[in-house]
């Protein structure tokens, strides 16, 4: 009798549990569905002891999810990969990926689980991954496990990009494992709930490429048409079409780094999204003083990742991509790399498309003249040379449009020589004359693009430092607020706005992997 109750007792648990998961994600899977080499179905690793860090409630409404359900200690469970809902079908993907130029034929996820797909409010199927879920098939000698630190860090700056309005994966929680995990010094561990339009890499296509699995390269390829670009069906070459789709997404991402100061970091093909959302914030970084050799990676050695390398180490993974998918291009070869170093050779066209207004606009200007760039470049090579802060150049340059606001005092003093700017002043102001606009109006047009507020590197570090080491959450806390409005002044938080003092200066960040 006592046997049947408690047999009776766990099935109705198992019920309602099955119940409480269906109705908190209800995953509806497509990935799940491609060829069994395309992943590893495995489990997370269940921590021991979950605790919530920080859930993106705001992002859990646009899922269609329920914070409260995610925040009660079950949806805590999940979100520390302690319990799997029924619908879930976990699984690691597999990937390979030239990194720092090195071609490495396997990599895949080592310290990630995609558990599933929703379709959000809009409509849209989005990736739900936990990151640092424990080993896979793919970990090689990693742990598969991630730290606090970067978890948050990836938390900050994916959340900070989503609302400057880039493209980019995004942070739903953040939940500590209660566990530490050994890197050069014991760190708390932590697992990062990662939503993405979905995690389809480039290096994804050169897995299938690298061994000769066409069949591989084209049901992927059929995978990416139907999710990121349905328009490349329409098209008489779909894989064509799907190139230059892809390579289209990835110039406008690339030119909206630059125009805000972000830099990547490790832009190895394995960490570029084919769907073109900034992916893997490792040693990310925003740059202080504009200048485009600026490096923060402290494994990126040489610069091949610096800021103004971006483009083209852009165009170079994209015809990584390109030579992925040849075979699936044109039956013949030569027929095929014709058609392929084309759309590669669009690349510089279609991020100056971006890159040119979006500066134009920066500035102040709405119409293209000739002359234009050069003006853009002067002001950015003034700036290189006297160590000018890039956000607040930019910000503060909207205010001097209205002269009873501020004058170039203002400006001026983020240069070393301030006679600088005043020189570019002149021929920027002239410019704005031919193009008259109430000041008001373009003030707030260049306030649009121009933000305020940026993850700036000593407000990150220091956000995480006071959670790791004194596991206060406050100024985490904060700065996510802060960074949620970046194009708003919020005068309770010019701090924020400010650049580090030498002291606080951040010259060298790193993944933390
Ligand atoms: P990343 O530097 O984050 O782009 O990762 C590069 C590769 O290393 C990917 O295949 C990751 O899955 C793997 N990796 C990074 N960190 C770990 C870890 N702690 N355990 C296992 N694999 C990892
Ligand atoms: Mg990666």
Same mark, same amino acid.
């Given at each position: 009798m006592?046997?049947d109750?408690k047999?009776l007792?766990?099935?109705?648990?198992?019920?309602h549990?099955?119940?409480t998961?269906?109705?908190m994600?209800?995953f509806?899977?497509? *990935?799940?569905?491609?060829?069994?080499h395309f @992943?590893a179905?495995?489990?997370p690793?269940?921590?021991?002891?979950?605790?919530?860090i920080?859930?993106?409630a705001?992002?859990?409404l646009?899922?269609?999810?329920?914070?409260?359900?995610l925040?009660?200690?079950?949806g805590i469970e999940?979100?520390?990969?302690?319990?799997?809902?029924r619908?879930?079908?976990?699984?690691?993907?597999a990937y390979?990926?030239?990194q @720092?130029?090195?071609?490495?034929p396997?990599?895949?996820d080592?310290?990630?689980?995609?558990l599933? #797909?929703?379709?959000?409010r809009?409509? +849209?199927?989005?990736?739900?991954q936990?990151?640092?879920?424990g080993?896979?098939?793919?970990s090689?000698?990693g742990?598969?496990?991630?730290?606090?630190?970067?978890?948050?860090?990836?938390?900050i700056?994916s959340?900070?990009m989503a609302?400057?309005?880039i493209?980019?994966?995004?942070?739903?929680?953040?939940? &500590?494992?209660?566990?530490?995990?050994?890197?050069e010094i014991?760190?708390p561990g932590a +697992?990062?709930?990662?939503v993405?339009?979905?995690?389809?890499?480039?290096?994804?296509?050169? @897995?299938f490429?690298?061994r000769?699995?066409?069949t591989g390269v084209?049901?992927?390829?059929?995978?990416?048409?139907?999710?990121?670009?349905p #328009?490349?069906?329409e098209?008489?070459?779909?894989?064509?079409?799907l190139?230059?789709?892809?390579?289209?997404?990835?110039?406008?991402?690339?030119?909206?780094?630059?125009l805000?100061?972000?830099?990547?970091?490790?832009?190895?093909?394995?960490n570029?999204?084919?769907?073109?959302?900034?992916?893997? *914030?490792?040693p990310?970084a925003?740059?202080?003083n504009?200048?485009p050799?600026?490096?923060y990676?402290?494994?990126?050695?040489?610069?091949r990742y610096?800021?103004?390398n971006?483009?083209?180490?852009?165009?170079?993974n994209?015809?990584?991509?390109?030579n992925a998918?040849l075979?699936?291009?044109a039956?013949?070869?030569?027929?095929a790399?014709e058609?392929?170093?084309?759309?590669i050779q669009?690349?510089?066209?279609?991020f &100056?498309?971006?890159?040119?207004?979006?500066?134009?606009r920066?500035l102040?200007?709405?119409?293209?003249?000739?002359?234009?760039?050069e003006?853009?470049?002067?002001?950015?090579?003034?700036?290189a040379?006297?160590?000018?802060d890039?956000?607040?150049?930019?910000?503060r340059?909207?205010?001097?449009?209205d002269s009873?606001?501020?004058n170039?005092?203002? +400006?001026?003093?983020?240069?070393?020589?301030p006679a600088?700017?005043?020189r570019?002043?002149?021929?920027?102001r002239?410019?704005?004359?031919?193009?008259?606009?109430?000041?008001a109006?373009r003030?707030r047009?260049?306030?649009?693009v121009?933000?305020?507020?940026?993850?700036?590197?000593?407000?990150v570090e220091?956000?995480i430092?006071a959670?790791?080491?004194?596991?206060?959450?406050?100024?985490?806390?904060?700065?996510?607020?802060?960074?949620?409005?970046?194009?708003?002044?919020?005068?309770s938080h010019?701090?924020?706005? #400010?650049?580090?003092r030498p002291?606080?200066?951040?010259?060298?960040?790193?993944?933390g992997?």
């Amino acid at each position: 009798m006592v046997g049947d109750a408690k047999l009776l007792q766990s099935a109705r648990r198992l019920m309602h549990d099955r119940m409480t998961d269906d109705a908190m994600f209800p995953f509806n899977n497509s *990935y799940a569905r491609l060829p069994e080499h395309f @992943f590893a179905r495995l489990p997370p690793t269940p921590v021991s002891e979950p605790s919530l860090i920080r859930l993106n409630a705001t992002l859990a409404l646009e899922l269609g999810l329920d914070p409260e359900r995610l925040a009660s200690p079950e949806g805590i469970e999940v979100l520390a990969g302690n319990r799997v809902p029924r619908s879930a079908e976990p699984l690691a993907m597999a990937y390979a990926g030239f990194q @720092f130029g090195s071609w490495v034929p396997q990599l895949g996820d080592g310290r990630a689980i995609l558990l599933g #797909e929703l379709i959000d409010r809009e409509g +849209v199927r989005r990736d739900v991954q936990l990151k640092g879920s424990g080993r896979t098939p793919f970990s090689r000698g990693g742990d598969g496990r991630a730290a606090v630190g970067p978890v948050l860090r990836e938390y900050i700056i994916s959340e900070a990009m989503a609302a400057l309005g880039i493209p980019t994966t995004r942070s739903l929680a953040a939940v &500590a494992t209660g566990e530490r995990i050994r890197r050069e010094i014991d760190l708390p561990g932590a +697992v990062l709930t990662r939503v993405a339009q979905s995690h389809i890499r480039v290096g994804t296509f050169q @897995f299938f490429a690298g061994r000769r699995d066409e069949t591989g390269v084209r049901v992927l390829a059929e995978h990416a048409i139907a999710r990121h670009f349905p #328009e490349a069906r329409e098209s008489n070459n779909p894989i064509l079409a799907l190139l230059g789709a892809a390579i289209e997404r990835q110039a406008e991402l690339v030119a909206r780094w630059q125009l805000v100061g972000f830099i990547h970091g490790v832009m190895n093909t394995d960490n570029m999204s084919i769907a073109g959302e900034t992916i893997d *914030y490792g040693p990310c970084a925003f740059m202080d003083n504009y200048h485009p050799d600026t490096v923060y990676s402290s494994i990126d050695h040489r610069g091949r990742y610096a800021y103004g390398n971006q483009p083209s180490i852009a165009q170079w993974n994209l015809a990584g991509l390109a030579n992925a998918l040849l075979p699936a291009i044109a039956d013949d070869r030569n027929r095929a790399v014709e058609l392929a170093t084309e759309m590669i050779q669009s690349f510089p066209t279609r991020f &100056a498309h971006y890159y040119g207004p979006g500066l134009h606009r920066k500035l102040g200007l709405m119409e293209a003249r000739d002359g234009d760039v050069e003006l853009a470049q002067d002001l950015l090579k003034i700036m290189a040379e006297n160590a000018a802060d890039f956000t607040l150049t930019f910000r503060r340059l909207g205010d001097l449009v209205d002269s009873s606001v501020r004058n170039d005092d203002w +400006v001026t003093g983020l240069f070393d020589d301030p006679a600088a700017f005043g020189r570019w002043a002149v021929g920027w102001r002239n410019r704005l004359g031919s193009e008259p606009r109430p000041p008001a109006e373009r003030q707030r047009d260049m306030r649009s693009v121009n933000p305020a507020f940026i993850p700036r590197n000593h407000r990150v570090e220091e956000a995480i430092e006071a959670a790791v080491e004194r596991s206060d959450l406050e100024p985490f806390e904060r700065l996510i607020e802060v960074l949620a409005s970046p194009y708003e002044d919020q005068p309770s938080h010019e701090p924020y706005a #400010e650049p580090p003092r030498p002291d606080q200066i951040v010259r060298e960040t790193f993944c933390g992997t």
